[in-house]
Nanobody
Framework: QVQVLESGGGVVQAGASLRLSCTIF????????MGWFRQTPGKEREFVAS????????DYADSVKGRFVISRDNDENSVYLQMITLKSEDTAVFYC??????????????????WGQGTQVTVSL
């Protein structure tokens, strides 16, 4: 079994920074692509960022380009999301997504087969 655990969320003021972490436990094989999605009440879970197995390829939603940076540490079996200049519209539950089979899953949720429980990010004015 695989367990995906996110941390690092919290309540911050607009313009502040947060660093989200996600660690995969119980994994025999190194994950391939990993990513971050976010969701607000009444809306679909939306793509935020992804990173390939070797860390050389990244993808970002237009709304976060230039503000968010995704990275990974395969020795720690972890993926991170450094967020700066947070805006109120970034408020959401952020979910860590893992694909154990696809290194180019794109922005489709179905291409990720393991998910964390989510960590709340609240950006206040």
């Amino acid at each position: 079994q695989v367990q995906v655990l996110e941390s690092g969320g919290g309540v911050v003021q607009a313009g502040a920074s947060l660093r989200l972490s996600c660690t995969i436990f119980g994994s025999v094989f190194r994950p391939k692509a990993m990513g971050w999605f976010r969701q607000t009440p009444g809306k679909e879970r939306e793509f935020v960022a992804s990173i390939s197995e070797n860390g050389e390829s990244t993808d970002y939603a237009d709304s976060v380009k230039g503000r968010f940076v995704i990275s990974r540490d395969n020795d720690e079996n972890s993926v991170y999301l450094q967020m700066i200049t947070l805006k109120s519209e970034d408020t959401a539950v952020f979910y860590c997504a893992v694909s154990t089979w696809n290194d180019n899953p794109g922005r489709q949720k179905l291409n990720y087969n393991h998910w964390g429980q989510g960590t709340q990010v609240t950006v206040s004015l």
